[in-house]
């Protein structure tokens, strides 16, 4: 387990002994350039995670990239760095089976610094204008935002993008069936502005439970005790009743009011394009904003795969799609991937050991009618002989075992995604979705064939065990000079 990491510093620490960590020493402009050094450091390949250490104006470092490649997500969650994805994807969806509740402390590095009502200024910080066609600084690009149920007393924590406004005034967008959402709409119905935390600067762990789509009524701080192996400590808000890591680097509290909105975005988003133009959307009024000493600010770039935002969706859709399925006892599930470089958003492939006709149509649905599934557009589901970290394995399941017209099911004005530029403009939010059942039929009409055997499909292709097991004897033999 990752017993040194607890917090953004210790994992930067790791990050530069590992030397996955580049300090950009020289002076940077927060506006435009930082974005352009983080975009080119996107590669491919990904170069090393960034540390702007003097960022144009400000005292505060800006930091980036941590988590941009399977390799600095393995070390965040303390596995060897040359492990292979489905290994950590698996052990992961184990380590998701036990939730650990949070341990509540009296004070922490996060209190070091406070400032109240009219001192407050969110511009304190060097928040980054990503690219020329943002719509402004976005203060939340690899944040996680805390609410609470007012009715179970359910804490949520999401990554929802934030737009800055002004000294005391953010955006923030997120979709209906986001929890944020949830909860939000039980407070307006209450004639209450929602209490709100936004955490800029975390131990990793709670970085990725706050983008992880755990079904509603699950506290991502506890899932992210799961994924340490072990607690995470978190403080009471100064002026919210909300639980917050006590290790991270700025905190902002506040209140979404009612009824109030404001023109948010465009943004340059993961679909790689600046989908969904400028909106009125909800506000975030801040009465309070904590940090601690010579605080680290922390942003992500999005755009075209693969980003920092598409490699950690790979890995957590994955890994919560395994737990989902062991879950509910739906029988078969041998792996799950969300190819990073499609966007993982949209698009997942699901491994099954098939025993029933539907079962591959079942694994579909069942994903997409999850929490996880609300973005997915596209379900893929194989056999489990399948490597479905392989793009033409993939394709050739599809090629050889799918019949459009029987194994693809299609259905319409479903949720999903408000930034798909495939969906017309005014439409965006609802969109078309597919499942792919690339898997062998197992319908009647495939009875066993004398031509293959007494088999229900054609056999593989491969040499008989004989020849085999000659050629193995004799291969010194061959004068082959190749080692296989
Ligand atoms: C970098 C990044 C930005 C995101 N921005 C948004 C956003 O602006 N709005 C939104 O609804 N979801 C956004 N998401 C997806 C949510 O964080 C994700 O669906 C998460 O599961 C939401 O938490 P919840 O399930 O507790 O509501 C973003 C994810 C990442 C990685
Ligand atoms: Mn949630």
């Not at 104006?57 to 303390?78: D, N, Q, W």
């Not at 292979?84 to 036990?98: G, H, I, Q, S």
């Not at 959402?181 to 762990?205: C, E, F, Q, R, V």
């Not at 890995?315 to 990073?340: E, I, L, N, R």
Request: with cysteine.
């Amino acid at each position: 387990m990752a017993d040194n990491i607890y917090d953004l510093r210790s994992f930067i620490e790791r990050l530069e002994h590992e030397g996955e960590l580049a300090r950009v020493k020289a002076e940077v402009d927060w506006k435009y350039e930082l974005g352009a050094i983080a975009f080119k450091c996107l590669g491919p390949p990904a170069g090393p995670a960034l540390l702007f250490e003097k960022v144009k104006g400000y005292a505060t470092p800006v930091f980036t990239g941590g988590l941009l490649t399977l390799k600095r997500i393995a070390l965040a969650l303390g596995f060897h760095p040359g492990t292979d994805e489905a290994t950590m994807v698996k052990e992961c969806a184990r380590r998701l089976e036990t939730p650990m509740k949070p341990s509540l402390v009296k004070t922490g590095p996060c209190k070091e610094n406070k400032q109240f009502g009219k001192d407050v200024n969110v511009l304190k910080f060097p928040v980054p204008w990503w690219t020329e066609k943002d719509g402004g600084r976005y203060i939340g690009t690899w944040h996680q935002v805390m609410v609470k149920d007012p009715d179970s007393g359910w804490q949520n924590a999401g990554t929802y993008r934030m737009m800055l406004h002004d000294a005391n005034t953010c955006g923030i967008l997120f979709s209906p069936f986001q929890h944020i959402s949830l909860i939000h709409h039980k407070y307006l119905k209450m004639n209450k502005p929602t209490p709100i935390a936004i955490t800029i600067g975390n131990d990793p762990a709670c970085e990725l439970v706050s983008i992880t789509p755990f079904p509603a009524g699950v506290s991502e701080w506890d899932m992210a005790g799961a994924l340490r192996g072990r607690p995470i400590e978190v403080v009471k808000g100064e002026t919210v009743d909300l639980l917050i890591p006590a290790n991270a680097e700025i905190v902002i509290e506040g209140e979404i009011p009612i009824g109030e909105r404001r023109q948010e975005g465009p943004f340059g988003e993961h679909t790689g394009f600046y989908g969904g133009g400028k909106r009125p959307m909800p506000i975030v009024r801040v009465n309070c904003v904590t940090h601690r000493n010579e605080p680290i600010f922390r942003g992500s770039i999005l755009g075209k795969p693969v980003t920092e935002d598409h490699s950690c969706l790979s890995f957590v859709f994955a890994s919560q799609a395994m737990a989902m399925y062991k879950a509910a006892g739906f029988p078969g599930v041998t792996g799950v991937s969300y190819p990073a470089g499609g966007d993982p958003d949209f698009n997942a492939i699901v491994a099954i050991k098939k025993s029933y006709a539907s079962q591959g149509l079942d694994a579909g649905r069942m994903l997409l009618a999850s929490k996880g599934g609300k973005m997915l557009k596209h379900v893929i589901v194989v056999d489990d002989d399948i490597n479905i970290y392989d793009l033409n394995e993939i394709l050739w399941s599809i090629n050889t075992r799918f019949q459009a017209s029987r194994q693809l099911y299609i259905t319409r004005y479903e949720s999903g995604s408000r930034l798909d530029p495939s969906v017309p403009f005014d439409w965006m939010g609802i969109t078309d979705k597919m499942i792919m059942d690339a898997t062998w039929p197992m319908t009647p009409d495939f009875p066993p064939r004398e031509e293959y055997g007494g088999a229900v499909h054609p056999p593989a292709v491969k040499p008989g065990e004989e020849a085999r097991q000659l050629v193995e004897k004799r291969w010194q033999e061959y004068g082959i000079n190749w080692n296989k």
